[in-house]
């Protein structure tokens, strides 16, 4: 679309869905397990295999296979599904937020506390770049629990852009945490403070990584990245089978009791909808804005404008020019809800292309010497016109034409004035008359009072001329 239409037309897309809350006993704030699919939330493996994602009490639990460095459980899952189909947006989260379980099992299968190998099991979390699924860093944590459960015995590593480990940060943190399914790691992501945790006996948030060079290398990659996903491998020491367990995403608990996750987690505005600054009066508008839900993609969404109570639907009219807002709502089926608040400034959209219509036409020459306005530049503007309403269209084809009023009414002067020197389209049916020699008497004489006195001059001379030749022949005979 070019230029000129898109400075006067306000485009906007309705992403509204169906809403059907989902109640279980009677109570709207639960989900069935059994209405997810494990591996809509974690599950894709890094190679071929689909991996084995499954529902347990504790959450989402994936099951890695011996040699796990050869594979790599996805977050958000590549399979197709209603839920987590957007990845991590960084401009919309302060710091991503996973409590993860690390499970190790014996030959017998059985869940123990302590990995096979001595040096521990491990887990990783690589995050990656969305746009162009580069890695930006891993973070590796080595699990060792000692039988009596304590607290600070988990060390960590760390790399960036691939897995030389070239950013080794063992010993500088050792976060809480064992390897038993009661217990579980906090591991929080997000642009200024990277990887944190709880560490040693504190229980507030800290930045894992103190090595100035791998902060710097992080956070170099993590320049114009918008969006982002993580992989999570696990192993027990290469030996035996190992498990991961997401019991926790941003908050929101995928623990559940008989099947039935408690929701409690609101949805989420994204802040990347792009809606505009500016907005026409008097026309409906369906505003382009989603939000994001972690358990249900089945959001309903509410306005509320003027009025003193939210109406279903993302659309309104804006009535007032200048300064507005309206307040939008997100629901989920378990009736969470978040409101966002949208400020706009009201525009007329006549005057809108009055504006656009001056600025673009300013090359005129008022002399009319010269035609600075091109054919092109002429079908642009006919292109805008035609995509305004009828009653914006029918402002302009009846304003007054005063240079010196107000910008509709200067706006249909220049029109008129081009029209009319150069025989451009009339398309705004102001039955302008084209100056042209087959209508010359059709014309105001404020156009022709120069062409006018210029042929009576010359008629003028020519009577002049043959008087005095008449004259000289009498005095030759």
Not at 223 to 250: H, P, Y
Not at 258 to 280: E, Y
Not at 320 to 332: F, H, Q, R
Request: glycine share 6%; hydrophobic share 40%.
């Amino acid at each position: 679309m070019n230029s000129v239409i898109t400075s006067i037309l306000f485009l906007t897309l309705t992403s509204a869905s169906a809403f059907a809350p989902l109640k279980i006993n009677g109570e709207a704030n639960k989900i069935a397990v059994s209405s997810i699919e494990a591996k809509s939330i974690f599950g894709g493996w890094w190679d071929s295999s689909d991996g084995d994602a499954s529902w347990v009490n504790q959450g989402v639990m994936v099951n890695v296979p011996k040699q796990t460095w050869n594979y790599e459980a996805q977050l958000p899952s590549t399979f197709a599904s209603p839920s987590f189909k957007r990845n991590f947006s960084l401009v919309d989260n302060e710091a991503i937020s996973f409590r993860i379980s690390a499970n190790f099992y014996d030959e017998d299968g059985n869940v123990i506390t302590q990995s096979v190998n001595d040096g521990g099991g491990a887990f990783n979390i690589a995050v990656y770049n969305a746009a162009n699924e580069q890695k930006i860093s891993t973070l590796r944590i080595w699990v060792n629990s000692q039988p009596n459960g304590a607290d600070q015995n988990t060390q960590l590593w760390a790399t960036v852009n691939g897995n030389d480990w070239q950013y080794s940060v063992s010993g500088e943190r050792w976060i809480k945490g064992t390897a038993k399914l009661s217990s579980s790691f906090y591991i929080q992501f997000d642009k200024e403070n990277l990887f944190s945790s709880y560490v040693g006996g504190s229980d507030s948030i800290t930045p894992l990584a103190t090595n100035i060079d791998y902060v710097n290398a992080v956070k170099n990659n993590l320049e114009g990245v918008d969006e982002v996903f993580f992989r999570f491998g696990a192993s027990n020491g290469f030996t035996e089978d190992a498990s991961l367990v997401i019991s926790e995403i941003n908050g929101q608990a995928l623990t559940n009791v008989d099947g039935i996750i408690n929701d409690v987690s609101s949805p989420k505005f994204s802040m990347r909808n792009n809606l505009p600054a500016t907005l026409p009066v008097n026309v409906p508008v369906a505003l382009n804005i989603e939000a994001f839900d972690l358990l249900d993609s089945n959001l309903k969404y509410q306005v509320k404008y003027v009025e003193n109570e939210f109406k279903d639907g993302l659309t309104f009219t804006p009535l007032v020019v200048g300064d507005d807002s309206v307040t939008i709502k997100a629901i989920d089926s378990s009736n969470n809800e978040t409101t966002y608040t949208y400020n706009f400034k009201g525009v007329n959209v006549a005057e809108s292309f009055a504006e656009t219509f001056l600025n673009t036409t300013s090359v005129c020459d008022p002399s009319g010497a010269t035609n600075n306005i091109t054919s092109e530049m002429w079908q642009e503007l006919e292109d805008a016109y035609n995509a305004l309403s009828v009653e914006e269209r029918a402002r302009l084809s009846n304003a007054q034409n005063n240079e010196k009023g107000t910008k509709l009414e200067k706006a249909v002067a220049r029109y008129e004035y081009i029209v009319h020197k150069y025989g451009y389209k009339d398309f705004m049916d102001r039955n302008v008359e084209v100056l042209s020699i087959n209508n010359l008497n059709n014309h105001d004489e404020v156009w022709f009072l120069p062409l006018i006195i210029s042929l009576s001059v010359i008629t003028l001379l020519a009577v002049v001329v043959l008087v005095v030749k008449t004259r000289k022949k009498d005095k030759i005979e």
